[in-house]
């Protein structure tokens, strides 16, 4: 009885130590491979249709986090796209202006995998600036292209503030690393878009006709349920510069 005794306490013993050269645990109640408690700040540029960035993420749990950002973009794409009808040219150079601020939470539903839900105060102005490309007679009088003026397309969105939700893959903060890369699938939600028309010189003056007619494109847009939707299609890149470290 003792004999077996002592060859069952050998085994055990045995079992116990391969056990801890392998990393793993016989006992439930062992704690000294728990999971730390996670938090982590980091420093993350991104680049999107909505510009530039650059957020702070917080991470509170391994499931949730925090963002907060800016994003910009303002360029404009001169004579881009020549219309030509007749003998009469005209010129098109839009403007791209996009961004804004925004506050986002992501929850982490497997570690790759993660939805995005927050607003952004947007300040979106797409514009397109319509030239004429040579001059134009009228009766006896040649009107050159710079007496002619502008006519300039403007869209905004009829709400500054607006929600956002996105599916994303990758991570904002990274769980046990230092640096860490997203791809994010979205959308911002503007409720509509409002239309402007203005003109320069000879083209200043719309008339009545021409607002009337703006005003029922406005009022149309606001009944289309998808005509607020901006899509946004973001890279992101962060550094980790404190937090705790999950353990392996």
């Keep these: ?23 793993l645990t016989l006992y439930a109640d062992d ?30 749990t391994k499931n949730l986090s925090f963002r907060i950002g800016y994003e910009s973009i303002n360029k404009t794409f001169n004579n881009v796209y020549t219309y030509s009808i007749q003998d009469q040219s005209l010129t098109f150079s839009p403007t791209w202006q996009s961004g804004g601020i925004s506050a986002l939470a992501d929850f982490y539903l497997f570690k790759g995998l993660y939805i995005s839900g927050g607003a952004i105060y947007s300040n979106m102005n797409l514009a397109c600036t319509v030239n004429s490309g040579n001059s134009i007679k009228m009766g006896d009088i040649t009107f050159e292209p710079d007496e002619i ?7 905004e969105p009829l709400n500054r503030l607006s929600p956002y939700g996105a599916l ?81």
């Design 1 to 23: 009885m003792k004999i077996n005794f002592l060859v069952f306490f050998f085994s055990i013993f045995s079992l116990s130590l391969l056990a801890e050269n392998n990393g």
């Design 31 to 60: 704690r000294s491979n728990e999971k730390l408690p996670y938090f982590g700040v980091a420093l993350g540029v991104s680049a999107s249709t909505n510009g530039l960035g650059i957020n702070i993420n917080t991470a509170i």
């Design 149 to 155: 003026g502008n006519l300039n397309l403007t869209i």
């Design 168 to 248: 994303g893959f990758g991570s904002n903060v990274s769980r046990d690393k230092r640096l860490a890369l997203s791809f994010e699938l979205g959308t911002y939600y503007m409720r509509s878009y409002l239309v402007g028309l203005s003109g320069t010189n000879l083209l200043s003056e719309n008339g009545p006709g021409n607002q009337e007619a703006l005003d029922k494109l406005n009022e149309t847009l606001k009944t289309i349920s998808w005509s607020g939707f901006y899509p946004v299609v973001k890279f992101g890149l962060s550094y980790k510069f404190y937090g705790k470290m999950r353990k392996q």
